[in-house]
């Protein structure tokens, strides 16, 4: 990924960001066709891997011990030049971004696919929901684990950008941090936030 030097995020943002925005797109190359699979990874408490799981005709789980792409995908929107303090310029887009590279593995410890599965409900699910996956009928857990795929991806580069303005006075950055918050999107908003946290870095 092209990051300018003054968009580069910092290493604890880009954690932060994975758990903040888990729904990925895992990129590999099958057969010399490029795969992409839209789908949810966590990160490993230690910060080594990414896990998550393919449906088992997916032909991505052919790229075994080979280096996949995921890419996430954080708050975004358009930036409008009306909202600057000169006619001088031009539309552009604010967003933030992580890129992980890393080996996928197939993983068959049925404990560890167990607390992988446990884990992906309990990161989703409310607090207050009644559901529970270890009181659901065991056979029924067991048959759909048959349709599955589980994986990790053991992490060997870490990137990530957010384009804030911050190539911007901090008069425009202002002008643009205003405008936004007056819009209903939560993109919108999101990205504001991120903007005025960063005037104050």
């Not at 880009?14 to 789908?39: D, G």
């Not at 048959?143 to 599955?148: D, P, V, Y």
């Not at 936004?180 to 870095?201: F, W, Y």
């Amino acid at each position: 990924m092209y990051i300018p030097e003054h968009f580069l995020m910092e290493t604890e943002f880009i954690y932060q960001s994975i758990e903040e925005n888990p729904f990925s797109i895992l990129v590999s190359e099958s057969k010399n066709v490029m795969e992409a699979t839209h789908l949810p990874l966590l990160l490993s408490d230690d910060k080594q891997s990414l896990v998550g799981h393919f449906a088992k005709p997916n032909p991505q789980k052919e790229s075994v011990g080979k280096e996949v792409l995921c890419i996430f995908s954080g708050p975004h929107c358009y930036i409008s030049p009306t909202w600057y303090e000169t006619d001088r310029s031009v539309p552009t887009w604010n967003f933030t971004a992580v890129h992980v590279r890393g080996i996928l593995n197939i993983v068959d410890d049925p404990e560890k696919i167990q607390r992988s599965l446990i884990t992906l409900v309990n990161r989703f699910e409310s607090k207050d929901s009644k559901y529970q996956i270890n009181s659901v009928d065991t056979n029924y857990i067991e048959g759909l684990k048959k349709g599955i795929v589980p994986f990790e991806i053991k992490i060997t580069h870490i990137e990530g950008k957010q384009k804030l303005s911050q190539n911007h006075s901090i008069e425009r950055r202002n002008l643009v941090i205003s405008n936004l918050e007056l819009m209903p999107g939560e993109n919108e908003k999101a990205i504001a936030s991120l903007m005025r946290k960063s005037l104050n870095q």
